[in-house]
């Protein structure tokens, strides 16, 4: 382990990485739950749960941007292995830190645009929960956030992976 992994600063990122990680849990748990609630209520007693698909469309946003954080974290971003063999290291490492670069220019459009989006949506609400339609789109600028922190701290060399059985999985099915 590196001074960097033992570190009081990466602990800290990995309890909120911990904290992510949970939620998006617990937002695909609820999903599932609330659909087959609404499949069973509407097969079994001709009754569906009025807020049920909305909540489900909300749960399923926040779950696929924050699963868009987690990916740029993990980096199963779309890659070129192919030119691993050919390419010299330090050209390699100059890529790694371009797509860092352009990671970090994706992360701060999100908040920017994000947030101006889900201050413009503030003013209306959903249908069935009544809750501010921004709900729906302050998850944007939020994950606009983990892909700058992720991006700065790639640029830097640190690893923030923390599945390294993914990339064991994807070797296996690549061979």
């Known amino acids: 382990m590196s001074s960097w992994e033992q570190s009081r600063l990466a602990r800290f990122f990995i309890r909120i990485d911990k904290g992510i990680e949970v939620f998006a849990i617990v937002l695909?748990?609820?999903?599932v739950l609330i659909v087959f609630t609404q499949v069973m209520t509407r097969k079994l007693f001709n009754f569906?749960?009025?807020?049920?698909?909305?909540?489900t469309l909300l749960c399923l946003t926040w779950f696929s941007f924050i699963?868009?954080?987690i990916g740029f974290r993990e980096k199963l971003h779309i890659g070129m292995d192919v030119v691993e063999n050919i390419l010299p290291k330090n050209v390699l490492t100059f890529?790694?830190?371009?797509v860092d670069v352009a990671t970090?220019?994706?992360g701060l459009y999100m908040i920017v645009y994000g947030t101006q989006f889900s201050m413009l949506m503030s003013e209306s609400t959903l249908p069935a929960t009544k809750l501010p339609n921004s709900i729906q789109y302050i998850v944007v600028p939020f994950t606009?956030?983990?892909c700058c922190v992720y991006a700065i701290l790639q640029f830097l060399g640190k690893n923030t992976q923390r599945y390294k059985e993914i990339d064991d999985e994807i070797k296996k099915y690549d061979a």
Request: overall charge negative.
């Open 67 to 69: 699963g868009i954080g």
């Open 48 to 55: 569906v749960f009025f807020w049920s698909e909305e909540v």
């Open 28 to 31: 695909i748990i609820a999903m």
């Open 95 to 98: 890529l790694d830190r371009v």
């Open 104 to 106: 970090f220019g994706f």
């Open 144 to 146: 606009g956030v983990l």
